[in-house]
């Protein structure tokens, strides 16, 4: 049994990332822990909030959230019902992160799924500063899944790297559980800027890696550009890539990717979710 957490703010874009969750799972037992989080001097009726007590504003806050979480439950039973899957809520007043790490350790949770919004950077509109902070300061792996992405069929993984840090074994077993769940290709990325090789250190980290997933598809791919953004967007384009793996224990690879300020020229933020994984 897994357990999946799936924050929510009720918006389309966090349904968009609940029904993706859902159909990605779809032959997998699973809890779906669906979390909302008020965030603290989050107005409640416009107005009205500057006028109650922290306490009453609290209750009230709840109050409207767990109604919110009725109905949310009431559009899940209208999809096509799975056996495999279960579902439970929780409403919480706070800072998102604080809570989420708490469920992550409560619900012994594998995965966190989010909605990613937007196109012009992960940190200010492409993922959020909510995913953002999820990311980068919640010690679980975080599927982050673009607003306009329908699921099908995820056939080609890709995991580009610089191939300068060793991954941790734990790392490797995540990733390889998602492509043998897909039954899909793993394939490897190492973008060479102004053509340079690869150091004995990558050549050396490149094969533990190819030898690590030699039971399952897996291929290495170089791609030479100027930007590593740039080029990582056209080689999702050219192999057609279902999903981008991302390892968090290479923080300065992940911001190169991913926290790039102006991003309007690289879709795969708006269109391929990402995953990424923690050691711990």
């Not at 859902?22 to 809890?31: D, P």
């Not at 734990?170 to 690869?198: H, P």
């Not at 390892?247 to 690289?266: G, T």
Request: charged share 20%; net charge neutral; proline share 3%.
């Amino acid at each position: 049994m897994k357990n999946i957490l799936i924050p929510t703010d009720f918006s389309e874009n966090a349904w968009n990332a609940l029904l993706y969750a859902i159909s990605f799972f779809k032959k997998t037992h699973c809890t779906f822990h669906i979390l909302n989080v008020n965030a603290i001097n989050t107005n409640v009726s416009g107005e009205t909030a500057m006028y109650l007590a922290p306490e009453l504003l609290e209750e009230t806050l709840l109050e409207e959230s767990n109604e919110k979480l009725k109905i949310l439950i009431k559009r899940i039973e209208q999809l096509p019902l799975n056996v495999k899957h279960e579902f439970s809520t929780l409403a919480c007043y706070g800072f998102l992160t604080d809570h989420i790490k708490r469920q992550v350790t409560e619900k012994n949770i594998d995965l966190i799924v989010m909605g990613t919004k937007g196109a012009s950077g992960l940190k200010s509109v492409s993922i959020g500063s909510n995913t953002g902070d999820v990311i980068t300061k919640v010690p679980c792996t975080v599927m982050a899944v673009p607003e306009q992405t329908t699921y099908h069929s995820v056939k080609e993984i890709g995991l580009p790297s610089d191939f300068q840090l060793k991954y941790h074994y734990k790392i490797l077993q995540t990733l390889k559980d998602i492509v043998s769940l897909k039954n899909a290709s793993l394939r490897l990325l190492f973008v060479s800027l102004r053509n340079e090789q690869l150091s004995p250190i990558q050549e050396c980290n490149k094969t533990f890696l190819l030898d690590h997933f030699k039971d399952i598809e897996c291929s290495f791919h170089v791609v030479t550009g100027k930007k590593i953004d740039e080029s990582i967007q056209c080689f999702t384009e050219s192999r057609n890539l279902d999903l981008l793996v991302m390892v968090a224990k290479n923080l300065n690879f992940l911001e190169r990717i991913l926290f790039r300020p102006n991003v309007e020229k690289i879709s795969y933020h708006t269109k391929v979710p990402f995953l990424v994984i923690h050691e711990t």
